[in-house]
């Protein structure tokens, strides 16, 4: 199974940017749809991006469509999630997750990722 570590939050005032990046471990990472997630304090989970294996096809939450952009670097076992114009609702843990999958379709439900990393913090300040 894959293990994956994210980093790349902080603190960022509103309007400005920031990009995730979540480093897998292992030899199969292009064998592996991944997605983000987010969890606001007293919210459920929720998918924001997602892009498959090869990264033919993305994915993304209405709610974030136009800001975030997701990419990945097989060769360097990572997937990024640029986002811009941050808001203050963007504030969340957020989480990278992983499937093994060779569909061109990209898993939106947290069911069906079955590897998950730790988390990175993002606050956004009004």
């Known amino acids: 199974q894959v293990q994956l570590v994210e980093s790349g939050g902080g603190l960022v005032q509103a309007g400005g940017s920031l990009r995730l990046s979540c480093a897998a471990s292992?030899?199969?990472?292009?064998?592996?749809?991944m997605g983000w997630f987010r969890q606001a304090p007293g919210k459920e989970r929720e998918f924001v991006a997602g892009i498959s294996w090869s990264g033919s096809s993305t994915y993304y939450a209405d709610s974030v469509k136009g800001r975030f952009t997701i990419s990945r670097d097989n060769a360097k076992n990572t997937v990024y999630l640029q986002i811009y114009s941050l808001k203050p609702e963007d504030t969340a843990v957020y989480y990278c997750?992983?499937?093994?999958?060779?569909?061109?379709?990209?898993?939106?439900?947290?069911?069906?990722?079955?590897?998950w990393g730790q988390g990175t913090q993002v606050t956004v300040s009004s």
């Open positions: 997750a992983a499937r093994r999958s060779f569909s061109p379709r990209v898993p939106q439900s947290r069911e069906e990722y079955g590897a």
């Open positions: 292992g030899r199969t990472f292009s064998s592996y749809a």
